[in-house]
């Protein structure tokens, strides 16, 4: 059994780590979050966060007329939800995620209507300025290291103008203890401690590493890498919801947020509305 703590790693036992961990957990992640996800049907859906938020309703990468012929780059995919909707709706997506397990899901549900890229998302293999909008729900930015590196990258890569919109789970749950039951309502940590979560191996190497940034640290990173803040979201629990997913419940949503969702844009360009 994996020994768990609280320290310092760097983006290279991160990227070994979370490669490891989720070519492990692919299939069973899969099996359990799949069909919530949208890999119950041919093309997919697109949802932020365990509290159900689908961008079809949202629209915060733009309109249908927005991203239609858009060249759009999801980070974290996984199984290509996300990537196979947007190419319904008239978009050019491109789905990158670090793990092969994870990736061999898209391939066998997105066939080849979705280009797929395995790569580490603080070293994205794409030229300067080459993609319109990039998104990510729940994909690489809590696991990576360094966060502000991928932020970087992501301006790097989009061109003037264009959308950079994640989720991520809400800082503030960093205090809590990961429990979707009473026992989830308890602060055991400080809020401002850094400090990765890390399950170590027998080996004494990193498992799983997940980071904590506070929301400031969320939008400093944001800004130093060139953005501008259009938005930030938490959604509430939606009633009728009863759907347990990890630390996410009906008890805890209906009390403090589990989901924020940036919504970034590089100055410069076409202005979206």
Known sequence: MAEVGYGEVDQSEAVLASRRWWDAEADAYQDEHGEFLGG??????????????READARLLGSRE????????????????????LAAEGARPVAL???AGQLRHARAAAGRTVPLVQADATVLSLRDAAVDIVCSAFGAVPFVADSGALHAEVARVLRPGGRWVFSVNHPMRWCFRDDPGPEGLVV????????????????????????????GDRIRELRSAGFEVLDVLEPEWPEGLTREWGQWSPLRGRLFPGTVIFVARLPGGRRQQ
């Not at 927005?66 to 909707?85: M, T, V």
């Open 66 to 85: 927005d991203i239609a012929g858009r060249r759009i780059l999801e980070i974290g995919a996984g199984a290509a939800q996300c990537s196979r909707w």
């Open 188 to 215: 055991e940590r400080s809020y401002f401690d850094r400090s990765a979560y890390l399950e170590i191996g027998g080996s004494g190497a990193p498992t799983y590493v997940e980071s904590h940034r506070t929301m």
């Open 40 to 53: 119950g049907t041919d093309i997919g859906d697109f949802v932020w966060c365990p509290e159900g938020l």
């Open 97 to 99: 995620d670090l793990s």
